[in-house]
Structure formats: C-alpha cells, structure tokens
C-alpha cells in the first residue's frame, strides 16, 4: 500500500508503555459499508486508526464515497489530538440517520493521514464487509483491560466533591499525579442567572487554591472574550489547540501570556451538559514538547462523566439562584429546604411593607410598552432596591405594587432580647423608607432632565402576625404572607393618597 503504520504520538513525556494510544494504518483490506442497501462506501485505500478503548474506525478517501448521498451538518465535535470534526447525515431511500459521517479536514499535527478522509459511525450501518466478508458489527468492542486513572479518581474521590471549586482543584492534583504537569486549569461554566453569564474555576501552580470568576452578560460581547478560544467553543464550533509559540501567541491574547509564564501547549475543548448546554475546560502545561496523546486521551476520555458532575454543582446553584430571584432570599431557602406542599407554612412576626405607583393607568395608556416598562422598572430599583438592601425580602411584585417584610427574630416574648430584635426590623423598614424616597427623588431629577414623567408613590408600613405558607392548587403553588396585617399595610398605603404623603405607618408600628 506503500504507507506503514503510525503511532500517532508526537509530543515528549509519552510513557514507555502508554496506556492510551492511537496508531493510523492502511487496512490493506477492500472494505464497504452498506446503509439501506446501498453501498455507500467501498475502497482499497481506507485506513484505519486504532484508539485505546475504542472500537477500530475505517477512514475513506473521498473519491471512495458516495457524497450524493450525503448532506452536510452544522454538528462539530472536538479531540485534543485529532482536531475539529465536521459531519454530514446520510438519507437512502427515505431512511435517514443524522450525523453519523464524519471528518477532520485539518486535523493537528499528530493525526495528518486522516486529512480529508471520512469515517462512518459502525453501527449506523446495515452491513460492513471487509473483502467479501461480512463483518458483524456487535462483534466490534474497544474495550480495553488498560485502566485510565482519572476514570479511576472519578469513580471513587471525585463525586465526593461537594462544589466546583474543589472539584477543580481535585481534578489539577489528580492530573499532576498522572504527569500532565499541568501549568493552569480552568472550567467555564455558562449560567442561568440575571447577572452573570458564565462562573469560571481557575487552578494554576502559582496560585493553586481555586478562585472564582464571574462574568456578566455584557463579557460575552466584549472584545477580550472574542478574540479568546473560548468564543468558538461557545459558538459550538468546537475546540481548539495550540502548541505555543510566536504565531500562536499572536492568535490569541491569551497564548500571550501563557507563553510568557513558560507554557508549551494549550487545549480548550467544550464540555457539553446533559441539556446540550456548551461549557469549557482549559488545561496548559510547560512540559517539554507539550501534552502527550496518552494524557490527552486520559482527559478526552472523562469528558462526559465529568460534565456530570459540574452540571449537579451548577444546577444546584442555578436552583438557589433562581429562587432568590423569583422569590425572595427566605423564602427561596424554605422551598429549597422542603416545604413545598399546598398548606405547609409557618406562622411569622414580620414589619409590613406594602408600596405602590401612582397614576400607573393613565400613564401606560400614554407611553408605549416599552417605555412604560422602562418606567416601572425605575420605579422598582428605588422601592424594592431599598427594601433588600435593608435586610427585607420582596414577597411579590403585584402589577405596580410591592409587596414586602422585614421578618422579626426571636421568640416573640416581651424579653429584652425579643424586644430589641422587633426595634431592629422597625428600623430596618423606616431605613429603606427613607432610602427609596431619596432614591425615588434622584430618579425623578433625571426623569425630568429627559422630559419624561415623575415618579410619585405611596408607602404603607405596619407591623404584625402573619402566615407564612403556600397557598394556591396542587399544580400552581404560590409562598406568600396571609393575614389581616398584611390586608391592614395596604390599606394604611391607600390612604396616603388621602393625605397626599409618601409614606404613612400605623400606630401599631410607631408604639412597637
């Protein structure tokens, strides 16, 4: 055939006896895949690469394949030493399997046979020959008796890991022990919060206790993560590896500044989630010749099972986050801690806020959607942005009105203590009075150097007993506050309309 085996390992630091390896060959067979009873592919010239704990995979030069049959796809998958993979579906008589094609049209340095070539999922197909044999596809395995020692570390410490921090310094330490000589670490985890974009957790040797960054929404259109390897990875254009050097380090900033600490090599590949969600892993290393393909494969290998694990930690903050957000820190912590059946609550001594906007119908009948929105939210930032700062929660946002409590600890007696602490919420509640009028007037300077319409509103404040729980049906349930007090705040906050003040509170209140 003219071409020998290789063993595709091109970096230094390779073990004597690698336990993941990948070697590319000519088949020296005449081998043909069938789907739906077509031959799609049939060539004298395939090769066939060998990877440790994989089933062996046929490449076929293109002339050697029916491309009418295939269309191409947007589908791109990363291997941090083969490359960026890109993929068609095959459709033959009204049978249709996406995906399932793939090829590395320039593919890194330690696999240049494969370039261009194309490969097929085995199972997908009907039927394989190689010569005139058929080939039965469930006896094709890649397993392997080789052990992979992150695998190992993850099924026996990683779980154990209680958040993405230490799961990241675990991960550093336990790549280290594998020598990886890893320089810097970094996952990237995108996130469903109203704030932030993305939390990243960055290990390096210099500073091997794991920090913690985040990044807004507007960092996604910023020009330091456009011009960072990080970009087409979320754009799910795969991954991306650099064994750096001048040209490289001109590429990305950031190879920059690796190349100056000393580092050979860099790999970014996705980490997908269960739901599709693209996240990233980072890993640098100043070994001598960059990363092996053993250490790469190790940590291509654990990509899906590691994943999982990030994607607990982050649900489990997306949870918490969401809840503080729709529903208040306290009562997102009940929900979080159980009491989510209709009816279980409890019964709470709280300071009762209840605000609203004035003349809000005629005003949204005289501006668009859009600016009212803006308008409201105006309106918000200064009322409810008093409450929380003050240590209150926002139950509801009820059209134009909030709803609120600044929650009374202790044991309700008449002690000192007990007494003190209803003195705290009482303060705490005039405090953000207070602070959402001041802010309400500067809003309103601005408001009118824009032509644009005051704000005006009413503050009602009281204090009392009240029901903390779940009211609503089985499968719509709403945590609110219940009961004659809170009923009594809104009816003092009607009143300031009366007496055209912004802010009134009861007698109970004054006297507590």
Same mark, same amino acid.
């Given at each position: 055939?003219?071409?020998?085996?290789?063993?595709?390992?091109?970096?230094?630091?390779?073990?004597?006896?690698? /336990?993941?390896?990948?070697?590319?060959?000519?088949?020296?067979?005449?081998?043909?895949?069938?789907?739906?009873?077509?031959?799609? +592919?049939?060539?004298?010239?395939?090769?066939?690469?060998?990877?440790?704990?994989?089933?062996?995979?046929?490449?076929?030069?293109?002339?050697?394949?029916?491309?009418?049959?295939?269309?191409?796809?947007?589908?791109?998958?990363?291997?941090?030493?083969?490359?960026?993979?890109?993929?068609?579906?095959?459709?033959?008589?009204?049978?249709?399997?996406?995906?399932?094609?793939?090829?590395?049209?320039?593919?890194?340095?330690?696999?240049?046979?494969?370039?261009?070539?194309?490969?097929?999922?085995?199972?997908?197909?009907?039927?394989?020959?190689?010569?005139?044999?058929?080939?039965?596809?469930?006896?094709?395995?890649?397993?392997?008796?080789?052990?992979?020692?992150?695998? /190992?570390?993850?099924?026996?410490?990683?779980?154990?890991?209680?958040?993405?921090?230490?799961?990241?310094?675990?991960?550093?330490?336990?790549?280290?022990?594998?020598?990886?000589?890893?320089?810097?670490?970094?996952?990237?985890?995108?996130?469903?919060?109203?704030?932030?974009? +993305?939390?990243?957790?960055?290990?390096?040797?210099?500073?091997?206790?794991?920090?913690?960054?985040?990044?807004?929404?507007?960092?996604?259109? @910023?020009?330091?993560?456009?011009?960072?390897?990080?970009?087409?990875?979320?754009?799910?254009?795969?991954?991306?590896?650099?064994?750096?050097?001048?040209? @490289?380090?001109?590429?990305?900033?950031?190879?920059?500044?690796?190349?100056?600490?000393? +580092?050979?090599?860099?790999?970014?590949?996705?980490?997908?989630?269960?739901?599709?969600?693209?996240?990233?892993?980072?890993?640098?290393?100043?070994?001598?010749?960059?990363?092996?393909?053993?250490?790469?494969?190790?940590?291509?290998?654990?990509?899906?099972?590691?994943?999982?694990?990030?994607?607990?930690?982050?649900?489990?903050?997306?949870?918490?986050?969401?809840?503080?957000?729709?529903?208040?820190?306290?009562?997102?912590?009940?929900?979080?801690?159980?009491?989510?059946?209709?009816?279980?609550?409890?019964?709470?001594?709280?300071?009762?806020?209840?605000? /609203?906007?004035?003349? @809000?119908?005629?005003?949204?009948? @005289?501006?668009?959607?859009?600016?009212?929105?803006?308008?409201?939210?105006?309106?918000?930032?200064?009322?409810?942005?008093?409450?929380?700062?003050?240590?209150?929660?926002?139950?509801?946002?009820?059209?134009?009105?909030?709803?609120?409590?600044?929650?009374?600890?202790?044991?309700?007696?008449?002690?000192?203590?007990?007494?003190?602490?209803?003195?705290?919420?009482?303060?705490?509640?005039?405090?953000?009075?207070?602070?959402?009028? +001041?802010?309400?007037?500067?809003?309103?300077?601005?408001?009118?150097?824009?032509?644009?319409?005051?704000?005006?509103?009413?503050?009602?404040?009281?204090?009392? /007993?009240?029901?903390?729980?779940?009211?609503?049906?089985?499968?719509?349930?709403?945590?609110?506050?219940?009961?004659?007090?809170?009923?009594?705040?809104?009816?003092?906050?009607?009143?300031?309309?009366?007496?055209?003040?912004?802010?009134?509170?009861?007698?109970?209140?004054?006297?507590?």
């Amino acid at each position: 055939m003219g071409r020998a085996a290789r063993t595709v390992d091109m970096a230094p630091g390779f073990s004597v006896r690698p /336990d993941y390896q990948v070697t590319i060959a000519p088949s020296g067979r005449r081998v043909r895949a069938v789907f739906n009873g077509e031959v799609i +592919a049939d060539s004298t010239a395939a090769l066939v690469l060998q990877e440790t704990r994989h089933a062996p995979t046929y490449y076929f030069p293109r002339k050697d394949v029916r491309m009418d049959l295939l269309t191409p796809t947007d589908h791109l998958t990363h291997c941090p030493f083969k490359g960026n993979a890109s993929y068609w579906s095959i459709e033959v008589g009204g049978k249709k399997e996406e995906n399932v094609v793939w090829s590395y049209e320039e593919p890194y340095k330690e696999a240049p046979d494969i370039a261009g070539y194309l490969a097929f999922y085995w199972d997908k197909m009907e039927a394989w020959y190689e010569d005139d044999t058929l080939v039965h596809t469930q006896l094709r395995t890649g397993k392997s008796a080789s052990a992979n020692p992150l695998v /190992d570390w993850l099924l026996s410490e990683a779980w154990d890991a209680t958040t993405s921090r230490e799961l990241t310094k675990r991960l550093a330490g336990r790549m280290n022990e594998c020598g990886m000589e890893i320089l810097r670490l970094n996952l990237v985890i995108q996130t469903l919060h109203p704030l932030l974009a +993305a939390i990243a957790y960055r290990w390096s040797r210099a500073e091997p206790e794991v920090s913690k960054l985040e990044a807004s929404h507007d960092t996604l259109i @910023s020009d330091q993560f456009r011009n960072s390897p990080l970009a087409p990875i979320f754009e799910g254009s795969g991954g991306v590896r650099r064994w750096i050097d001048a040209r @490289s380090a001109a590429e990305y900033p950031i190879l920059d500044e690796l190349k100056a600490e000393g +580092a050979t090599d860099y790999v970014a590949m996705p980490m997908r989630f269960s739901d599709g969600q693209i996240n990233a892993i980072t890993i640098a290393t100043d070994a001598a010749g960059g990363f092996s393909t053993e250490n790469l494969g190790y940590v291509h290998e654990i990509l899906p099972m590691l994943s999982r694990l990030f994607e607990v930690h982050a649900k489990q903050r997306s949870a918490a986050t969401l809840m503080r957000t729709f529903m208040g820190k306290h009562t997102g912590e009940r929900v979080l801690n159980g009491q989510i059946r209709r009816g279980d609550g409890e019964d709470v001594n709280a300071v009762i806020w209840f605000s /609203d906007l004035r003349n @809000s119908t005629p005003l949204a009948e @005289s501006m668009s959607r859009a600016d009212f929105l803006i308008y409201l939210n105006r309106f918000f930032d200064g009322m409810a942005g008093a409450v929380v700062d003050n240590g209150g929660e926002i139950l509801r946002f009820i059209g134009d009105a909030v709803l609120a409590i600044f929650p009374i600890a202790g044991d309700g007696s008449c002690s000192r203590e007990a007494r003190a602490e209803i003195g705290l919420a009482c303060e705490r509640a005039v405090t953000a009075a207070m602070a959402a009028t +001041a802010a309400i007037a500067q809003t309103n300077i601005a408001q009118a150097s824009r032509g644009e319409p005051e704000i005006r509103f009413g503050i009602g404040i009281h204090i009392g /007993d009240l029901t903390y729980g779940n009211i609503g049906i089985p499968e719509r349930l709403e945590f609110t506050v219940i009961g004659a007090a809170a009923n009594e705040a809104a009816r003092i906050e009607a009143m300031t309309k009366e007496l055209q003040i912004p802010v009134l509170i009861s007698d109970t209140f004054a006297s507590s």
